[in-house]
């Protein structure tokens, strides 16, 4: 990956999805100053969004009678999705926005989207846009030092804009958790500590090396990953089948 924003679907794997949000063991609230009382020029708070029908997809919508992936088709049901939303669609958004289905043939179970913005090697940081459609999964994964040790593991957090996703990492197992495990990665699945991330709120990975996946709310959800800098040869995936 030489330049920040040509990423590769492959450059972009170590970026990813860790995507998982495996549990920061505080999430930090990013809630707005209210306004101080007694000034005429108060104003009112912003009313709350209208709740909406979720959006939702078929599996077969994603592939063509060859079984082939269709990633056109994929975008534009991100490009809803951000629609939904009122997520503001910048050309570079329509333009840039990398697709996946993990290899799995399971795109609304298993899938995402991504927009890098960068990913600097000299200064070792990097963000992006991550993209979830109503229940989709990011699978359990995990990152590795690269280039011979001369790139850490991948550190990384976020913060959820719409919508909402539930991360899983280390720690004591979640009793309940809120999202029910796609049949097709049920025994790939090992981290089972459950962290709700929610708009404006934030979570990441604790420490090196921790195994981690997130999946998006009912409505789905967008979120801003930062980290540092990443290679795609550095991410690991508990399922073999996985292809990225």
């Avoid at 290899?103 to 960068?118: D, S």
């Avoid at 990152?143 to 899983?168: D, N, Q």
């Amino acid at each position: 990956m030489n330049h920040p924003l040509q990423l590769t679907r492959r450059g972009w794997c170590g970026a990813l999805a860790g995507l998982g949000v495996s549990l920061v063991a505080s999430q930090h609230g990013l809630a707005a100053e209210g306004s101080k009382p007694g000034k005429a020029k108060d104003k009112p708070a912003r009313p709350p969004r209208k709740a909406k029908t979720p959006l939702s997809f078929k599996n077969s919508d994603f592939y063509g009678p060859d079984g082939k992936f269709n990633e056109k088709a994929a975008k534009e049901a991100y490009l809803k999705l951000c629609d939904y939303f009122g997520y503001p669609l910048k050309e570079k958004v329509r333009k840039d926005l990398g697709v996946t289905d993990f290899g799995l043939g399971r795109f609304t179970e298993v899938g995402l989207a991504f927009l890098a913005w960068t990913n600097d090697k000299e200064a070792n940081y990097a963000s992006l846009e991550v993209f979830l459609l109503p229940n989709q999964m990011i699978p359990e994964h995990w990152h590795v030092a690269a280039e011979e040790g001369k790139v850490a593991p991948k550190m990384e957090s976020w913060v959820v804009r719409y919508g909402s996703t539930f991360a899983y990492g280390d720690g004591e197992p979640t009793a309940n958790p809120s999202v029910k495990v796609h049949e097709c990665q049920q025994k790939f699945i090992t981290a089972r500590h459950e962290t709700p991330i929610r708009p404006g709120e934030v979570a990441g990975i604790r420490k090196p090396l921790e195994k981690h996946w997130q999946q998006a709310g009912p409505e789905g959800c967008i979120l801003t990953e930062m980290s540092t800098y990443h290679t795609g040869e550095a991410v690991k995936f508990t399922d073999p089948a996985i292809k990225f």
